[in-house]
């Protein structure tokens, strides 16, 4: 007797919970076409996933919002060891995540296999920047007078993040893990045809020790939920990563709306009203983490 | 909808003589105010939450949604009762009362702003001729265990102080162990006291145990004068609930119909969110009537209820979901 399958329907992660989208809404998931799929197959079906709404997307402002605080405020030291966990936990989570991204981008076993350890590797590499960002960026300034001039690096505070669309891992760790680790929270819209492989990274979120609401994945359509989040006058900054190949997304006009509250915008690649993906791989700088952040200035007399 | 006008003063009503005439006895006792109170049919308990869950249940949106939003906004009882109030506090809150939101000067005003009584001259003194009322709790709130001397002069102080409007907080303890005459004499003496002030009597519903309870203390206290019935102080929970709010709102209905009096109701504490606020609207609807849409008969008591309507109608009149960097703090002196 054949078993019956277990079809998965996934949910959203807002403020360290799994809900449904208030609007009750889910869509299917297909996996890309593979190299051997012949042209006109069916593709194949994955599970489904929440459809978010602009109310999630509120909902989720809000847990980032309350959650922002307690994250800046924890020790870099203590960021770092927290992020790190979360490496560890995508570490044992690997055959889970190379599965979901061959289905995802269409790859073959050894190139999801490399994409899963760069995904890794590069959250490593962003939670190392935890305590040292502050020393390469901010620092003694010399002023004509006998004071102290110190200048510091703080996050910005609540930032959405539209996630790549065509890299579902790599991409989605390329922007996620800059933003949080200053102690910034965010609101991330997956990737709208590869959401699984970032529900799953919110299961690694969840059984680590990353605080509820630092991190809040919405699956669904940008192009639905991008407006209202760059319009929303409680974020602070957002990263349009995730506009290049988005079905509906004008990032202009999403960098126009930003405008209202003075968001900081990270524009998408390319020239132009052209919105392209960046090539993932390349070994990043330190300019997304330094997006998000506000330099404090303070003055202090010096003593005789 | 702003503003409340001042209700004619009931002519003195000697509230014993009424009661007697209601009650159809020659001399209120404590039995006649027993047999009476429990003749009141009992609360369906299930029925009533169920009504409440339906009514809850209502969709309001769009224009609908921003009428009720500024209505919610104008039945507000801007409150603060904590024991670290100070004047810089309450001159705060008397500020945002006056100009809820700097950046819309079309949102309307909350009714009242409620305080401690020693904060009430300075309340007062804040808010001038703005029509913005000053509430005050008085008799030994929240407890309400004091004696009987302490809580008129507790009531009076606050009168003379200036208070347009009293909350005062019934005793429960005599209220359960079925002594009902003192609690009728309390709230009728209290009332005395109160001149011109409107009277808001605080039942506590959640020390009261059974809905029954709710509807015999809710005509208890109309009986005994009172020109508001509330639910509860805030610092017990269970609050304001959505199914106690429907049988208070029950007995204020069926009260002008035996005697043609209309008495307002307040919920207070546990409101928090504009959808709470809008549920509590559609019940007042539902259940007594439009007449008591109007902050002269039913209000919110509620602190951080206001903001959340702000949040709301500055997402309606922008069509950008707004945040609390928007909103003025009303307490300067506590971190945000």
Not at chain 1, 114 to 126: H, K, L, N, P
Not at chain 1, 168 to 196: E, F, H, K, M, W
Not at chain 2, 209 to 230: C, E, P, Q
Request: net charge neutral.
């Amino acid at each position: 007797m054949s078993r019956v399958d277990v079809k998965k329907t996934y949910k959203l992660y807002i403020g360290g919970k799994f809900p449904r989208s208030e609007s009750g809404r889910s869509y299917e998931v297909y996996a890309a076409p593979s190299g051997r799929a012949r042209a006109g197959a069916t593709p194949r079906f994955l599970a489904n996933a929440a459809q978010g709404s602009r109310k999630d997307a509120r909902d989720a402002v809000t847990a980032a919002r309350a959650a922002q605080p307690g994250w800046a405020s924890a020790t870099a030291y203590n960021r770092g060891q927290v992020l790190y966990r979360v490496a560890e936990v995508m570490e044992s989570r690997r055959p889970q995540l190379v599965q979901e991204v061959r289905d995802a981008e269409g790859l073959t076993a050894a190139a999801a296999e490399a994409v899963v350890s760069q995904a890794i590797d590069r959250w490593v590499w962003y939670a190392g920047w935890s305590d040292k960002y502050v020393q390469v960026l901010g620092g003694l300034n010399p002023v004509a007078g006998p004071y102290f001039n110190i200048s510091a690096s703080e996050p910005t505070g609540v930032v959405a993040v539209l996630a790549p669309q065509a890299s579902s891992l790599l991409g989605l760790v390329s922007v996620i893990a800059p933003a949080i680790v200053s102690g910034n929270t965010v609101v991330v819209v997956t990737s709208a045809d590869r959401p699984l492989p970032a529900i799953t990274l919110a299961e690694c979120l969840a059984t680590s020790d990353v605080p509820g609401g630092v991190v809040n994945i919405i699956s669904g359509r940008a192009g639905e939920i991008a407006p209202w989040l760059a319009s929303h006058r409680d974020v602070n900054a957002i990263d349009l990563a995730g506009a290049a190949g988005a079905e509906g997304v004008d990032w202009a006009a999403l960098e126009e709306a930003s405008a209202d509250n003075l968001k900081r915008v990270v524009r998408p690649a390319g020239t132009g009203a052209e919105a392209v993906e960046p090539d993932w791989t390349e070994t990043p700088d330190l300019s997304r983490l330094t997006a998000f952040l506000e330099t404090k200035t303070v003055w202090h007399p010096k003593g005789r | 909808m702003s503003t409340t006008t001042d209700t004619p003063v009931a002519a003195a009503v000697d509230a014993t003589a009424r009661a007697r005439d209601l009650l159809g006895v020659s001399r209120l006792t404590n039995q006649a105010l027993t047999t009476w109170l429990h003749g009141l049919p009992g609360v369906d308990q299930v029925g009533c939450e169920a009504r409440a869950a339906a009514l809850a249940t209502r969709s309001i949106k769009t224009t609908s949604k921003q009428w009720a939003i500024d209505l919610a906004i104008s039945m507000i009882d801007l409150t603060t009762l904590e024991g670290a109030d100070t004047p810089g506090r309450v001159r705060g809150l008397a500020a945002k009362a006056l100009l809820p939101d700097p950046s819309d000067h079309s949102t309307p005003r909350p009714a009242a702003v409620c305080v401690y009584g020693d904060m009430v001259a300075t309340a007062k003194e804040a808010l001038g001729a703005s029509g913005v009322k000053v509430a005050a709790v008085a008799t030994a709130f929240p407890s309400g265990r004091a004696s009987m001397a302490v809580k008129l002069a507790d009531t009076r102080d606050a009168v003379r102080a200036g208070a347009d409007e009293i909350d005062m907080v019934i005793d429960r303890g005599a209220f359960l162990s079925g002594d009902y005459l003192t609690v009728f004499n309390q709230i009728a003496e209290v009332k005395k006291a109160c001149g011109d002030a409107r009277l808001k009597v605080i039942m506590e519903t959640g020390e009261l145990v059974t809905y029954d309870n709710v509807r015999r203390a809710s005509w208890l206290s109309m009986l005994a004068g009172g020109d508001f019935i509330k639910t509860s102080t805030g610092k017990i929970q269970p609050a304001a609930t959505l199914p106690v709010t429907l049988i208070m709102l029950e007995a204020v209905r069926d009260w002008r119909d035996l005697t043609g009096e209309m008495v307002g109701v307040k919920p207070a504490g546990g409101i928090k969110t504009s959808k709470d606020a809008l549920r509590f609207l559609v019940t007042v609807n539902e259940v007594a009537g439009e007449d008591w849409l109007s902050n002269q008969w039913f209000r919110f008591g509620a602190s951080s209820l206001l903001n959340d309507l702000l949040l709301q109608r500055q997402r309606m009149t922008t069509g950008a979901y707004s945040g609390a960097s928007y909103i003025a703090d009303d307490s300067p002196s506590t971190a945000y």
